[in-house]
C-alpha cells in the first residue's frame, strides 16, 4: 500500500514542484487509500515544532482511537517517545522535501495485545499560501502479517523505527540510514 501511495503522490508532482492540497483528491479517491491517510500542518508551538492533524482517514482514526483532526501530536499520544519521534520523521520530511519511510513496533496497553508493526511513509506537500508546510502522511498497523485497526494511543512500549528510507522524489532512488 505505501508503495502505491508513493507511485501516486510522485504523479501529483508537477515540473519538480511537490503537490499543492487541493491536487490530493486523485490519490484520496484511490479505493483503499484514504482510510489509511493523513493531512498534517506543520506548526511552531510554545517555542517547539509539533504538527497538528487536518484531516485523518478513518483507519488511522481507529487507530489513534477517535477522529483528531484539529489537534496537535504531542497532545494525542500517552508515549512522549512515540510522539517525539513522529514530529521529528515528520519534520524531516517537511525539511528535506522529500518522502521518508518509517517502521517501529509498540505494545499496547490491551491485555494480551500482541506486538504491533507500524509502518509509515511522510510525504511533502506544496506549503498553504500563508506559508504553513503540509506533510501526508500513510500509516499502517501489521499484526501477524495483517493489516489491523486497532488504538494506539496508549502505547507501554515503543521501539522507535530502526529502518527510516529516504527516498528520492523521481523514481528508482533510495537510500536507507
Not at 84 to 99: A, K, Y
Not at 142 to 158: K, S
Amino acid at each position: 500500500m505505501l508503495a502505491d501511495v508513493l507511485r501516486l503522490w510522485r504523479g501529483l508532482c508537477s515540473k519538480g514542484q511537490l503537490p499543492l492540497r487541493e491536487n490530493l483528491d486523485a490519490l484520496i479517491l484511490q479505493p483503499g487509500i484514504f482510510p489509511q491517510i493523513a493531512l498534517l500542518e506543520g506548526v511552531e508551538r510554545c517555542g517547539r515544532r509539533d504538527l497538528r492533524y487536518r484531516l485523518i482517514g478513518i483507519g488511522i482514526a481507529n487507530n489513534l482511537g477517535a477522529d483528531l483532526t484539529g489537534r496537535y501530536v504531542r497532545d494525542v499520544f500517552d508515549n512522549q517517545t512515540y510522539a517525539e519521534e513522529l514530529i521529528s520523521v515528520c519534520w524531516q520530511v517537511i525539511d528535506r522535501e522529500q518522502p521518508i519511510a518509517t517502521v517501529g513496533q509498540f505494545l499496547t496497553a490491551d491485555p494480551g495485545g500482541s506486538p504491533t508493526t507500524v509502518h509509515r511513509l511522510g510525504l511533502p506537500m506544496r506549503p498553504l499560501p500563508s506559508g504553513t508546510p503540509l506533510l501526508l502522511a500513510c500509516q499502517v498497523c501489521v499484526v501477524g502479517g495483517e493489516i489491523v485497526e486497532r488504538p494506539v494511543r496508549h502505547l507501554t512500549a515503543y521501539v522507535p523505527g530502526n529502518v527510516i528510507a529516504f527516498v528520492d522524489r523521481g523514481a528508482g532512488k533510495a537510500s536507507a540510514k
